[in-house]
């Protein structure tokens, strides 16, 4: 049987149609690679290893996310203030351990149930201490609250020692609203044995 040899021209096309082949059956069996501006990077990945915990966050937070942004868009006096503290302490424990961090798209810490609520001390919860930024430190920098309104879908996670506790936490983030025009972040955790 006599085949011809195949040419460079021919097997410079072939080595382009699979690699176009490969990156495109990569691309269908894996949405995350696909559309990986989409959520935060190894997401997918970092979920699968801790599930229980994420899940339970997800259950916790992701139902109240519209109840969340109307008080915390309502707030302007301490009385609007104590209604949206309230529905943060409930969510907080709605999981064990739970902690609940709520702040403005620019990081500023509006609400944080691991703080004691009333005028003393400086960083406890209140309308005139979330006015003067002392409730806790700006959360603009945090992973999950960053990653949260950097993409698209709005959700992010990170398991990690609390500057605040002192306690290794797994948090859920959710942006409170549409990207890029959101009324701030909510951060739920459950502190890791």
Not at 61 to 86: E, F, K
Request: charged share 15%; with cysteine; hydrophobic share 40%.
């Amino acid at each position: 049987m006599n085949r011809l040899k195949p040419t460079s021209g021919t097997r410079r096309i072939r080595t382009t149609i699979a690699g176009a082949v490969l990156c495109a059956m990569v691309a269908l069996a894996s949405p995350t690679i696909a559309n990986a501006q989409e959520c935060q990077p190894g997401i997918d990945a970092a979920w699968s290893v801790q599930r229980a915990t994420y899940d339970q966050l997800w259950l916790g937070l992701v139902p109240n996310l519209d109840q969340l942004r109307g008080l915390l868009d309502a707030v302007s006096n301490q009385t609007s203030y104590a209604a949206l503290l309230t529905a943060a302490r409930s969510i907080a424990t709605s999981v064990p351990n739970g902690r609940l961090v709520l702040t403005l798209p620019d990081g500023t810490v509006v609400v944080d149930t691991s703080h004691a609520d009333g005028e003393t001390p400086a960083n406890a919860n209140s309308y005139a201490h979330f006015q003067a930024k002392s409730i806790n430190e700006n959360h603009n920098t945090r992973v999950a609250i960053m990653a949260a309104q950097a993409y698209p879908c709005g959700l992010a996670i990170e398991t990690k020692p609390s500057t605040s506790t002192g306690n290794v936490e797994s948090y859920l983030a959710a942006r409170l609203g549409p990207h890029l025009n959101s009324s701030g972040t909510a951060r739920l955790s459950i502190v890791q044995p």
